[in-house]
């Protein structure tokens, strides 16, 4: 599936940013100006939409759509959406449709989605889940706050975790801390070990993070 993870380009994303990525034969992961061009319906045969931005879309004629309201902010609580998200996709997969997530631009709360649909379809670890999507979408690259909670989604779920998949997800929050700068990555990770794994308890003590040591 890969090794370590990197972080996409100026470049890398400027090209695909506009592309629809098969991440199965029935789901697709894109960003919100390619899921505004009526032909990629045809084209894919997608007649399920999930937006996970903050702004509301018209689709075509018969394709079904469920919006769900997400920042892509730290402050953020996932698991909530993550469960709806997979509900979505899991039923309209019944219905034998083929399924577009989408957020803005198809790289940190689409992303998420379907990485956590994969973790719960297979059961995969974060790190598998992770690598199988970037692998077919190379921006994929969720804020550290999403990524915490993705590992926290893992623990929930009862997927074997190893010391492997706990290096690989303090590697992935190593890269991602460059491109969100203005996240307190390494005390969001501090707060949520010492919480007992829990990313809500974590960012009630955000205030706290401020003096916490940033190379623990």
């Known amino acids: 599936m890969g090794n370590k993870p990197s972080r996409p380009s100026?470049?890398?994303?400027?090209?695909?940013?506009?592309?629809?990525?098969?991440?199965l034969p029935n789901l697709f992961l894109t960003s919100r100006i390619t899921a505004m061009k009526p032909s990629?319906?045809?084209?894919?045969?997608?007649?399920?939409?999930l937006s996970l931005t903050t702004n509301n879309i018209n689709y075509p004629d018969g394709v079904i759509s469920k919006h769900l309201h997400i920042q892509d902010s730290f402050f953020f609580l996932l698991q909530k959406s993550l469960e709806e998200s997979i509900e979505f996709i899991e039923e309209m997969m019944k219905e034998g449709r083929k399924v577009l997530v989408h957020c803005e631009v198809g790289m940190s709360r689409s992303a998420s989605a379907v990485i956590a649909f994969l973790m719960k379809r297979n059961d995969w670890c974060?790190?598998?889940?992770?690598?199988?999507?970037?692998?077919?979408?190379?921006?994929?690259?969720?804020?550290p706050g999403f990524i915490i909670q993705l590992y926290e989604f893992q623990l929930k779920l009862g997927?074997?975790?190893?010391?492997?998949?706990?290096?690989?997800?303090?590697?992935?929050?190593?890269?991602?801390?460059?491109?969100?700068?203005?996240?307190?990555?390494?005390a969001l990770w501090n707060a949520f070990v010492s919480?007992?794994?829990?990313?809500?308890?974590?960012?009630?003590?955000?205030?706290?993070?401020?003096?916490?040591?940033?190379?623990?």
């Open 126 to 143: 974060i790190r598998d889940a992770y690598l199988y999507t970037k692998e077919r979408r190379e921006i994929v690259c969720p804020n």
């Open 195 to 216: 919480s007992g794994f829990s990313y809500e308890k974590a960012i009630k003590d955000q205030p706290r993070m401020a003096v916490v040591n940033m190379n623990a």
């Open 10 to 23: 100026r470049n890398e994303i400027q090209k695909e940013v506009q592309k629809v990525s098969e991440i």
């Open 40 to 49: 990629i319906y045809r084209e894919y045969g997608i007649s399920a939409v």
């Open 159 to 186: 997927i074997k975790d190893s010391k492997s998949n706990r290096l690989f997800v303090r590697d992935l929050l190593d890269r991602t801390n460059s491109l969100y700068r203005e996240i307190p990555t390494y």
